[in-house]
């Protein structure tokens, strides 16, 4: 039975993880229905934390590279994530922020969600030749995506400019 071109292209992305208990293959079956970032390696390590399990994940763009971080020791926790922000009437520069508490009781999760914000950067800045440091697009972007099983969902047309299947030059490092 033939591939589809989704799995087709996720077979092309080298995919590591030094994450106890996830290995490459698990984390590529966690990923395998987002879309893939072509000409780019998706990696996960753990993320050493003080206080409490945050956040952290890089998209490097010299070494074309996706680092995705997963808080060990793994524990469930609330993470308040910024959607949207409103400027506030008046002459000083304030903003109204808007933001929804989400819930990451699994590494799967933690994963998931770093992958579709940093996804994001990489599609604003390789594919669409933007500024890729919109924040809060990236995360209503993962707010969107990462619990949702995306079976038969065509990316191309939900992003434009964006193909899987591209293996023409990238945007030359800065």
Do not use: N
């Not at 763009?61 to 922000?85: C, G, M, N, S, T």
């Not at 800045?125 to 209503?140: H, L, P, V, Y």
């Amino acid at each position: 039975m033939p591939l589809s071109p989704l799995r087709r292209a996720w077979a092309a992305v080298p995919v590591r993880s030094r994450v106890t208990g996830v290995d490459a293959d698990t984390l590529r079956r966690w990923l395998i229905d987002l879309p893939p970032p072509p000409g780019y390696g998706v990696s996960a390590r753990p993320l050493r934390y003080r206080q409490a399990p945050h956040l952290a994940a890089y998209c490097w763009y010299e070494e074309r590279l996706i680092e995705l971080q997963v808080p060990e020791p793994f524990r469930a926790w609330d993470e308040k994530v910024y959607y949207r922000a409103r400027r506030k009437p008046g002459r000083r520069l304030a903003f109204q922020w808007f933001g929804r508490s989400i819930r990451f009781r699994t590494r799967r999760d933690v994963l998931r969600f770093l992958y579709c914000h940093e996804f994001y950067h990489w599609y604003l800045r390789e594919m669409r030749g933007r500024k890729a440091a919109a924040e809060t697009a990236c995360d209503r972007f993962a707010l969107a995506h990462f619990r949702r099983r995306h079976a038969g969902v065509d990316w191309m047309r939900l992003l434009p400019g964006y193909d899987p299947t591209r293996r023409g030059p990238l945007k030359r490092a800065a």
